[in-house]
């Protein structure tokens, strides 16, 4: 039988960084003692994963670690060991100060009021404004934890089973389950890993991405029996009703725009839900070659091309109506 | 730094077969002309994925592959390169049959009837009943497509991009997208390996597995505004009014079991659906632990423990109840 093999087979995974930075990372760590650990506020998967993959790492070489979210663990993450560790307040002084998957020094709100520069910058955003002594940031890694696995292997860190859990959490979040455009063959490969260091795929994917309320999935079908579609613009609404109906406690939409975003004949949706302060919270998603960001920023909210939202003042029906007339216009390509 | 792995990492993709299966397929191989390959009726991903994967990499070797499927390929497979080429019914005589994915000779319809026992049965579930003269059965791999990527592996086969997105197509939908629990590092290499040779990870994903019809959107709608617990038991019905005022075209529950099943509360959910000939359908999705197959058993179903279903005869009311009774049992255990 004829060998006829049309690609080239990259073997291993490669560590993209270069021995200055990771020279420099290792010097910084092995000279300090007490290190504080800092991510962004709304937290997601990857600056929870990030910040306790990389504590615990630091820890298990010895380290007095304080691990900081303003905001606290979001309740998704706490089957993660390590969770019990994050506090919501810097405490005292450190000879080290490491800040994950934030873009920019603002993300991680006021902790860091009372004390300087941070030291170390890890992160993965294309928007990162470099804010840090030593900045590591490569922006086509779809997670922060990512990067935080470059420096596993280039220093050969310990990974205990929590660690592995706690980073397959970022990879498995931030990529969608392995779906965004920027999920890569490494990262496959790095959950390959991380699965053989025991860490349950299965369950780390039910926890953090699939797992909703009663509340939350019937307040989804308020929105989607009622759902209208317009050409290949596909939109709903809740009112306070519905939230009171549905016994639903959050000001956001429960994710309910993801499953409008799986509708075949679509191409841009957008979920409406009023607010009880007089606004309306507006989300967006568009798929390729459509921008619905220029739409929320046009509303005074911002995003990505493929995602975006606006708070818009007004009441639901008058807000609908202008929004429905913009998003027309990112449909058509006219604006 | 101090270096203390406590795993043993796996180097590359190791094939699981003998040396004499391997050696017997590509003799088998090797002196057919004209080849016929069949999968299941109604077919999954994993079956049009190996059907597909397998014939395109039979025709780069220069021989006459016919694939039937009695069922022809479902719509949301129709954007795979080689579906064209799938017919309903083998036609006139061929060297070497080869059966893809079924447990059993009676999966694959009545194709076969005119023709001998199959030379090949290649497959990946536990039951398989080793049907033809060369049966290539692992059970532990988490599709039939995996089984012929160790083939492409062992004997250096061709894979052109369209055999990617074959293979590609039936690891994402038997594995669940990776998270089903015997979804193995294995598995997330081989896709990292076909992602490499240019198949597109997300629009396989979304094509296969999200995409849905408004339709199908709205009847969810209906079944998750209507929803009922009880303990950790959650259920919901869909009548005959609902199918017409949604327009849904399916007989089935458009998936919307699986959107119960992520509930966070529940143990045991199910789905009743009212038909047209008197009868209702109920699907069952059960959290490890629980044992859903008997209470199917029970009223002339099947399948297996975290997941099964029954068509049953009577008005919605009346089975609804009785399949309550029987469920609560399986719930708490005392059957």
Redesign the interface.
Known sequence: ????????????LRTWMNKDQIQAF?GR??RADRILIISHIRPDGDAVGSLIGLGLILE??GKEVNLVLEDGVPRVFHHLTGFEKVIREAVGIYDLVIVVDCSDIDRIGSVLDEYGEPDVNIDHHPTNTQFAQLNMVRDNAVATVEIIYDLVQA??????LPIAEALLTGLLTDSL?????N????T??I???L????AN??VL??KAM?????EA??Y????????Q?ENRL?WTSLNLEDRKAADYPGRDDADLIN??S?????DICLVLIEQTNGSVKVSWRAQPGFDVSKVATHFGGGGHKPAAGAEIRGDLARVQEEVLEETRKALSGTE
């Open positions: 039988m004829k060998s006829s093999p049309n690609w080239k087979r990259k073997k291993g290792e760590i092995s298990e070489l220093l050969s860190l310990p990974v205990t389950g392995f779906r965004t455009s999920s890569s063959p490494r496959l490969r959950a390959a890993e699965q053989e260091m025991g795929l299965q994917y039910r699939l797992e909703k309320s009663l999935v019937k989804w079908g308020q929105g989607l029996s009622r759902i579609m596909v499953v409008l799986r509708i075949r004949e679509t």
